[in-house]
């Protein structure tokens, strides 16, 4: 582990060391304590082979029982910080009308236990969980689902407002999109661009409002949102490629950063919306609220870049209309793959990223919200001593954390970097099958947890703040 004479990478004081993880994926006990039903136990109950091995989101790491032996574990594992999600089914079982009692004690239990162990916990509102009944009359389609997430963003913030400080509305809100009505990974896995840019729309414009009403409750804290930026790399420099790259960039990236950050929309993507007819309904005055409420901070979520090149074959005009009209993906010769999960490991990409904030988003106040590496049949690498060595997990982080250093010493407005994740948890239709954690998790054994080589490492990197 490191000495403090051998720290080459000092990060600045009051970094914060931590990681995130979201409510469905840990708490478990998905059907107790009044809690309502999301789409994923809807899903899951409709299409259970859509999960690796059959493996629901009830049988997730059981946070909502282990909550307190997990937050010691925290600490033994380094944090100061931590992100976690509320429920919208478990605080609002119906996601609008009568709050659920025994979900204010839990949150209310898990908020006082963090900050009694000087972790300082990050809140997310929404991580991919609508709760059934708005999805029954089109969740994020729907403009009343809209209204209603803004009085669940209010609920919270005066309930755990007192105590929270850091707030973000949406975790990766363009997921549900692409995996709810473009790609077929989330429910209700439809294939409708119309639908895909109204849900975008409602989301961000959801995300604005939240951050209204927050800002009406003086509350003292900051306010951000959480977004996956995956870096749009061209397979070259030509213009046809360098175009393609930038579109890509505009439908992934700058759709939902625009927005957040400058309270405007990208032109390029609105104008191939109305040239395809794909505008969405916005009612007057909302984009005024776009404008006025963007975020106090930023957080990235960075695991992979997108490469692509020109269209090499003229699109289908009968087919649904996909981004993938304007670009190709590109396989780039001899990247790096993470094999487990199939997605590219570049590091290099957190620093561009941070780099684009820097110099194209006022350097935004940002930090690493989440960056991991999601790795199959970890048993393996189990020692005699029951402890998992996962070096490949510590070169993963130790590699973009140079990354990040070195765009801090240029200058970026990153405070913190935060792992996805703090123990092993199930993810939605991949289940429990790629591990992302700081601890393990162990199944067979009533979800017995044991720290990683990568924890103890972690650990250390935190209270030396560096490596
Ligand atoms: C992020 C999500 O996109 O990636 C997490 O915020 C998710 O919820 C993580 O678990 C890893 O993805 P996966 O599918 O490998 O678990």
Same mark, same amino acid.
């Given at each position: 582990m490191t000495n403090m004479n051998e720290i080459k990478y000092r990060f600045p004081d009051g970094f914060w060391w931590g990681s995130a993880a979201s409510g469905p994926q840990t708490? &478990?006990?998905?059907?107790? *304590? &009044?809690k309502g039903k999301n789409i994923w136990d809807h899903w899951y109950e409709i299409e259970?082979?859509?999960f690796f091995d059959g493996v &629901?989101? *009830?049988? %997730?790491?059981?946070f909502y029982y282990k909550y307190k032996d997990d937050i010691l574990l925290m600490k033994e594992s380094g944090h100061n910080s931590f992100r976690m999600s509320i429920q919208w089914s478990r605080l609002i079982p119906e996601g609008r009308g009568k709050v659920n009692q025994k979900a204010v004690e839990f949150y209310n239990n898990v908020i006082n236990e963090m900050i009694a162990h000087g972790i300082e916990p990050f809140v997310?509102?929404?991580?991919?969980?609508?709760p059934l009944k708005l999805q029954e009359i089109g &969740?994020?389609?729907?403009r009343e689902t809209v209204d209603a997430y803004v009085k669940y963003a209010q609920t919270c913030f005066e309930l755990f407002g007192d105590r929270v400080k850091f707030w973000f %509305?949406?975790?990766?809100?363009i997921v549900p999109v692409e995996g709810g009505y473009? !790609?077929?990974?989330? !429910?209700?896995n439809e294939v409708d661009f119309g639908k895909a840019v109204q849900v975008a729309f409602h989301s961000i414009l959801a995300s604005a409002k939240a951050i209204q009403a927050y800002r009406k409750l003086k509350q003292d804290g900051k306010i951000g949102i959480i977004l996956n930026l995956t870096p749009s790399y061209p397979r070259s420099q030509n213009s046809a490629d360098l175009q393609a790259a930038k579109l890509a960039d505009a439908f992934f990236?700058?759709?939902?950063l625009d927005p957040s950050v400058k309270g405007e929309f990208p032109r390029e993507l609105i104008q191939i919306l109305k040239d395809e007819g794909f505008l969405p309904k916005i009612m007057s005055g909302d984009l005024a609220i776009i404008k006025e409420n963007t975020v106090d901070l930023l957080g990235v979520n960075y695991y992979q870049p997108r490469r692509v090149k020109a269209k090499e074959n003229l699109p289908?005009?009968?087919?649904?209309?996909?981004?993938?009209r304007f670009f190709d993906h590109y396989e780039m010769p001899g990247r790096k793959m993470n094999p487990h999960r199939g997605w590219e490991i570049y590091e290099k990409g957190i620093y561009d990223i941070l780099t684009n904030l820097r110099e194209n988003?006022?350097?935004?106040e940002c930090f690493i919200s989440e960056n991991g590496m999601g790795v199959e049949g970890?048993?393996?690498?189990?020692d005699q001593n029951g402890m998992i060595q996962d070096d490949y997990r510590i070169e993963f982080i130790q590699e973009h954390l140079k990354w990040v250093h070195k765009a801090l010493e240029e200058g970026a407005n990153v405070k913190g970097y935060h792992l996805w994740t703090f123990m092993d948890n199930w993810s939605w239709?991949?289940? !429990?099958?790629n591990r992302y954690g700081l601890v393990s998790v162990n199944l067979n054994k009533d979800g017995e947890r044991t720290i990683k080589k990568s924890g103890q490492w972690f650990k250390s990197v935190s209270e030396h703040n560096g490596f």
């Open positions: 708490e &478990g006990a998905a059907a107790v *304590d &009044g259970p082979n859509r &629901g989101p *009830d049988k %997730t790491s059981q997310n509102l929404f991580h991919f969980d609508m &969740g994020w389609i729907n %509305t949406h975790n990766e809100p473009l !790609y077929d990974f989330h !429910y209700p990236n700058r759709s939902f289908n005009p009968n087919a649904p209309f996909m981004p993938e988003y006022g350097n935004i970890e048993e393996k690498f189990r239709s991949n289940a !429990y099958k």
